[in-house]
């Protein structure tokens, strides 16, 4: 079974710096893969593949930090607090996954995926657009 047939789709949206596309990009993937390991009841690849993402998302969004504090990005403080949410959020599944053995369901895959596209589709795009202009400015591209 694959995640399309679960109801998990990518709607990701390329928002123009590809280090962030890319990171997107295998977010996304993983999430895709995690629901699949959810259905099939797979506690070890579960495990394995929600830890890469939780490491993959710190990585991340250090990065989007950089990025916007480089750029004076004045929506960094707002940006980093919904970092910070998420990586919550994670921190709990991953404390549940560990005490409980219990997977997340598909439904919960489902919304980390969306809050993705919509971090994506919003903050990271406002990011993008302050970045544009900023660099653009001193004459140098994103």
């Known amino acids: ?9 990518s709607n990701l949206i390329p928002i123009g710096i590809s280090e962030v596309d890319r990171d997107h990009h295998e977010l996304d993937r993983l999430i895709s893969k995690l ?7 797979n506690h070890d690849d579960f495990t394995k593949l929600f830890n890469d993402m939780v490491e993959h998302s710190r990585e991340h969004f250090a990065r989007e930090e950089i990025l916007m504090r480089k750029g004076r990005c004045p929506s960094l403080e707002l940006h ?4 910070a949410a ?46 544009n202009r900023h660099y653009a400015l001193s004459g140098i591209s994103v």
């Open 1 to 9: 079974m694959g995640a399309l047939e679960l109801g998990i789709e």
């Open 35 to 41: 629901s699949v390991a959810s259905v099939e009841e």
């Open 80 to 83: 980093s607090q919904e970092h």
């Open 86 to 131: 998420i990586l919550d959020t994670l921190a709990r599944h991953a404390h549940s996954l560990m005490l409980k053995r219990q997977l997340l369901r598909v439904e919960q895959i489902r919304a980390l995926g969306s809050w993705l596209n919509r971090h994506a589709d919003t903050a990271d795009k406002h990011m993008v657009d302050h970045l």
